[in-house]
Nanobody, 124 residues
């Protein structure tokens, strides 16, 4: 079955950077659209960024636009989320997700497969 494993989370000071990775196995990664979401305690899981199967189309949430870049390496079955100028409010569990049609989407319910999440904590 399709499995997604996130890595790269951790503790970082405000203003710092992190790069999250998500490796996909058990499916045809190059055919999937990929997305990143995050969930803070007591809040809903929110969309952050998405990328089409080819990497040509990307979408970003307004809350992170300009600070976050999504990219993919189809040869490595991996999608990345580069986050810069991190803020306290970026503290959350970050999830990657795969969408089978290959079309990038901001809609959480369109995603078919999810990782287990990686914690990002931003300190002052």
């Amino acid at each position: 079955q399709v499995q997604l494993v996130e890595s790269g989370g951790g503790l970082v000071q405000a203003g710092g950077s992190l790069r999250l990775s998500c490796e996909v196995s058990g499916g045809t990664f190059s055919s999937f659209a990929m997305g990143w979401f995050r969930q803070a305690p007591g809040k809903e899981r929110d969309f952050l960024a998405a990328i089409s199967w080819s990497g040509v189309t990307t979408y970003y949430a307004d809350s992170v636009k300009g600070r976050v870049t999504i990219s993919r390496d189809n040869a490595k079955n991996t999608v990345y989320l580069q986050m810069n100028n991190l803020k306290l409010e970026d503290t959350a569990v970050y999830y990657c997700a795969a969408e089978s049609s290959g079309i990038a989407t901001t809609r959480r319910l369109r995603y078919d497969y999810w990782g287990q999440g990686t914690q990002v904590t931003v300190s002052s």
